[in-house]
């Protein structure tokens, strides 16, 4: 599997996504071509130059179907589809050539665990009778008590207290409850119905056919549920819900969700070059690799730098981990400090390590000072870290600036579900998709010429890729440096640790003497011997400084 040193067209390397980097974009607040507030794909269009700028391997697209966005568009009403708010077909057709034309292949995201309310098929099943074909699409169960008046489990939802909703809340009336591990206004599929799997393939093969290069899928872990009865309730058996260790959880991750992977896998590779997938599981490490299994969807996300405090031991041992765990199916690793699901990672390591960080946002970040200059100068330094590891790496946009997460979106502007109906519990993730600032002399930054969709603070303009197009120092045009430098370095997907005698400072090289040194805490730390290729930050007599990477050739 990996790289054999042969020359190979780039579009025909069937191994390109090994060590991809990846630039995830979330539409609707990426670029507006129509003053409507709303990102769209005719704005994605009009920024190929910078995205080529980037020296990115692919973009990751986050839902951009038909959808009332109640989860920012994992709601989704119609699969095969853009929705009109951010385009047409025919824009996305203009966009996959005008991508591929620049060099840069496509992900787009696949929402198999759940769909919108207001999907035909579930609007279907809200008006028809109990075990009729149209309720059977989704999981629709009776009640308990006497008259069916409580939910059939206590099994909870990522997005509200119970997983079960009653159908009466969308209009049906037969006393029924349906499942949905998220919000109530995604239900979730019934994976046991065999024109469940028959459709996504169908999904699938329709992006696929269009020219897409890979899928992320959603959810991953979810799908299949164990739905047998007497129901196995949450309250005796907490751990295993979602996360078991033996593939027979009641909500996720179970062993038969393999049986769908494989059958998309088949799909997969009819195609040449193959097309590739990510699984997006939030499971147990040793159940990673059945995910990325070449058998079935060949990578699976490993979100532990994002969680991770921004220290040498910690760093050190998770590369380790990811990389034995990768090494069992013969899958590469994927590296990510951010999504459109986490808090910022400059702001994140802006931080004291002792600040809650939840309880900091529910504050609109007032609770604790933030140091937005360490923060964004540490996630620069993790940043080159990450990208000098063998594997793929995932970005999300607006981490190419530097930026920091939003704290104070006033209540009555926040979108997110998992503030709204979660109790208010924690203030959600809006704060990371906040529109990028483009232009900071123009009017909303230059994202759209009419109000964006979630308000964008007054020091973004500080971080507006004007501001920094061209100028050696920025978060920008260290990125774009380090993007092409790892371009030109990118070898076989292997790794040697360096004694540093220092605490503090991490060492390791690549087979072809690409060395990367970063500096957590420590005093200014003697580069050894070496071209330097470039740093995190300005380097003087040749001495690393705290939160600094440095990639040096020896
Ligand atoms: C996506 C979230 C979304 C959830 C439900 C996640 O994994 O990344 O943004 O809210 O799935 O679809």
């Given at each position: 599997m990996q790289s054999t040193g042969q020359p190979v067209s780039r579009y025909q390397d069937k191994n390109w996504w090994r060590q991809a980097v990846v630039y995830q974009i979330y539409p609707r607040s990426f670029v507006d071509s129509n003053a409507d507030?709303?990102?769209?794909?005719?704005?994605?269009?009009?920024?190929?130059?910078?995205?080529?700028?980037?020296?990115?391997?692919?973009?990751?697209?986050?839902?951009?179907?038909?959808?009332?966005?109640?989860?920012?568009?994992?709601?989704?009403?119609?699969?095969?589809?853009?929705?009109?708010?951010?385009?047409?077909?025919?824009?996305?057709?203009?966009?996959?050539a005008a991508l591929h034309k620049a060099g840069i292949r496509i992900f787009v995201d696949i929402v198999p665990n759940h769909c919108s309310y207001l999907h035909q098929w579930f609007q279907d099943a809200i008006t028809s009778l109990p075990n009729s074909l149209e309720r059977n699409r989704f999981i629709f169960r009776n009640g308990r008590g006497e008259n069916g008046e409580l939910p059939p489990t206590d099994w909870v939802s990522h997005f509200a207290p119970s997983a079960w909703t009653h159908e009466s809340t969308f209009g049906g009336k037969h006393n029924q409850w349906f499942l949905h591990y998220f919000a109530p206004e995604q239900p979730d599929w019934n994976w046991d119905n065999p024109e469940i799997e028959e459709d996504f393939l169908k999904t699938l093969k329709f992006w696929a056919d269009r020219?897409?290069?890979?899928?992320?899928?959603?959810?991953?872990?979810?799908?299949?549920?164990?739905?047998?009865?007497?129901?196995?309730?949450?309250?005796?058996?907490?751990?295993?819900?979602?996360?078991?260790?033996?593939?027979?959880?009641?909500l996720a991750d179970r062993?038969?969700?393999?049986?769908?992977?494989?059958?998309?896998?088949?799909?997969?590779?009819?195609?040449?070059?193959?097309?590739?997938?990510?699984?997006?599981?939030?499971?147990?490490?040793?159940?990673?690799?059945?995910?990325?299994?070449?058998?079935?969807?060949?990578?699976c996300f490993d979100f532990?730098?994002?969680?991770?405090?921004?220290?040498?031991?910690?760093?050190?041992?998770?590369?380790?981990?990811?990389?034995?765990?990768?090494?069992?199916?013969?899958?590469?690793?994927?590296?990510?400090?951010?999504?459109?699901?986490?808090?910022?990672?400059?702001?994140?390591?802006?931080?004291?390590?002792?600040?809650?960080?939840?309880?900091?946002?529910?504050?609109?970040?007032?609770?604790?000072?933030?140091?937005?200059e360490s923060g964004t100068r540490r996630a620069l330094a993790a940043t080159l870290f990450i990208l000098a590891l063998p594997g793929s790496t995932y970005?999300?946009?607006?981490?190419?600036?530097?930026?920091?997460?939003?704290?104070?979106?006033?209540?009555?502007?926040?979108?997110?579900?998992?503030?709204?109906k979660n109790l208010k519990v924690d203030k959600g993730r809006d704060g990371s998709r906040v529109p990028l600032p483009w232009n900071a002399q123009a009017d909303y930054f230059g994202f759209s010429t009419g109000a964006s969709h979630l308000p964008q603070p007054a020091w973004f303009k500080d971080y507006a890729v004007n501001v920094q197009s061209g100028k050696a120092e920025s978060a920008l045009s260290t990125y774009q440096r380090a993007l092409q430098k790892r371009k030109e370095l990118?070898?076989?997907?292997?790794?040697?640790?360096?004694?540093?005698?220092?605490?503090?400072?991490?060492?390791?090289?690549?087979?072809?003497g690409w060395n990367c040194l970063i500096n957590f805490e420590g005093s200014d730390y003697l580069i050894p011997q070496g071209e330097i290729l470039l740093s995190s930050a300005p380097i003087t007599d040749g001495r690393l400084p705290a939160g600094t990477t440095v990639w040096i050739k020896r």
């Open positions: 507030g709303i990102g769209d794909l005719k704005g994605i269009t009009s920024r190929i130059d910078y995205l080529k700028s980037l020296n990115i391997d692919a973009v990751w697209l986050s839902p951009f179907y038909p959808s009332p966005l109640v989860d920012g568009g994992y709601d989704v009403s119609d699969y095969r589809d853009v929705d009109p708010k951010l385009g047409t077909l025919a824009d996305f057709d203009e966009m996959l020219g897409v290069d890979g899928f992320r899928i959603d959810v991953a872990h979810g799908l299949k549920k164990d739905l047998s009865e007497p129901f196995r309730m949450r309250n005796t058996l907490e751990h295993e819900v979602d996360r078991p260790a033996d593939g027979n959880g009641i062993n038969e969700v393999f049986d769908v992977y494989r059958k998309w896998r088949k799909l997969f590779n009819q195609y040449d070059p193959p097309k590739v997938a990510v699984a997006e599981a939030n499971v147990l490490p040793e159940r990673v690799p059945l995910y990325a299994s070449e058998e079935t969807l060949g990578q532990r730098f994002i969680f991770i405090p921004f220290t040498a031991r910690s760093y050190k041992e998770s590369v380790a981990e990811a990389i034995e765990l990768a090494k069992v199916n013969g899958s590469s690793c994927t590296w990510c400090l951010s999504n459109h699901d986490q808090i910022r990672h400059a702001t994140k390591l802006g931080l004291d390590k002792s600040v809650d960080r939840k309880l900091w946002m529910l504050s609109d970040g007032t609770s604790a000072p933030l140091d937005k970005l999300y946009q607006g981490e190419e600036l530097g930026l920091h997460e939003v704290t104070d979106i006033p209540e009555s502007m926040i979108q997110d579900p998992q503030y709204l990118i070898c076989e997907e292997l790794i040697t640790w360096h004694e540093t005698g220092n605490a503090e400072v991490l060492h390791f090289s690549r087979p072809n």
